[in-house]
């Protein structure tokens, strides 16, 4: 696969997650983003998981719950409690900071240089998703601020451990992302209900809703942003996440009925520069994949004394 199929399939993975907004406001029940979460996570994980037939052995069950707990479990209620209590543009907008998170984050766990194209890159891309989603008119809720701020930090300490752990080289990146959606799911599983619940009414408009998210919003999105992960430099998907917002503000004016302004349009100019000149200059990397003696070698290493 060269390396513009690998970019584009990844880009697939925001772009799907730019519709949770919409979906969120206009077709899910609303005060339960735990068991939105979980509906989005644990039922396509564990047929994931059955279809690949494959589970973790040894030290991975321990890196594959910490991953979910990051990728999956903290990040999706955030990501449902930010897009109820703000409005769909603004709850995305926080994303912009993603790159950033990521960029610093990269160089100092993996040791990856931060060159100044893709730095300047990042700061572009965060400040054109802010003139893209805040206006006079944004409404800013602290708690909804916070959700989402919480949620692209977790997500983004995800992007790097995925990137240092890699994956067992006999396993696929269905069963993959399988295994984290599943992990995030049974971490949210208590938690749903014992804070909420499930919804006392849950029509057809929100069975579509958590379909959709369940399926292309996760396995799907998910199979491919993982694999982008392990097989780009990491800052290149980091700026591949700042297509969420824009499709979520694209939504917002071709579905809700908003209106771009001008400064909207030069913000929106700005992140998808900025997202293809970090495209570019981000030198693509061998992906992380465990061999077979590395796999033997932890193992030997975590067994029980």
């Not at 979460?37 to 589970?55: I, Q």
Request: proline residues 8%.
């Amino acid at each position: 696969m060269n390396r513009l199929t690998l970019v584009l399939l990844t880009a697939l993975a925001p772009i799907a997650w730019g519709t949770t907004y919409l979906i969120t406001t206009e077709l899910l029940p609303p005060g339960h983003p735990l068991f939105a979460g979980l509906l989005r996570s644990l039922p396509a994980g564990l047929l994931a998981v059955l279809v690949s037939r494959r589970l973790p052995r040894g030290s991975w069950w321990g890196k594959v719950f910490a991953l979910g707990a990051l990728n999956i479990g903290a990040f999706f209620p955030l990501l449902f409690l930010a897009a109820e209590r703000l409005p769909g543009g603004v709850a995305a907008a926080v994303a912009g900071a993603q790159p950033l998170i990521v960029l610093v984050l990269g160089a100092l766990v993996l040791q990856e240089r931060i060159r100044p194209v893709t730095a300047a890159a990042a700061v572009v891309g965060a400040g054109g998703v802010a003139l893209v989603v805040l206006g006079p008119a944004a409404e800013l809720d602290f708690w909804g601020v916070l959700a989402a701020l919480g949620g692209v930090s977790a997500t983004g300490v995800g992007m790097i451990l995925t990137k240092r752990w890699g994956r067992p080289s006999d396993v696929g990146p269905i069963a993959y992302a399988g295994w984290q959606l599943s992990a995030g799911g049974l971490l949210l599983l208590p938690v749903t209900l014992a804070l909420e619940g499930v919804p006392a009414q849950i029509d057809a408009g929100a069975t579509l809703g958590y379909l959709w998210l369940g399926s292309v919003g996760g396995i799907v999105a998910y199979t491919l942003w993982f694999r982008g992960i392990q097989r780009l430099p990491v800052v290149a998907p980091g700026l591949l996440a700042l297509l969420s917002p824009v499709v979520a503000t694209a939504l917002g004016v071709l579905v809700a009925g908003e209106r771009f302004t001008t400064i909207q349009l030069v913000g929106i100019a700005l992140a998808l520069g900025a997202l293809v000149l970090g495209q570019l200059f981000a030198r693509p990397v061998p992906p992380r994949v465990r061999t077979p003696e590395e796999s033997s070698s932890t193992a030997a290493l975590t067994a029980p004394r």
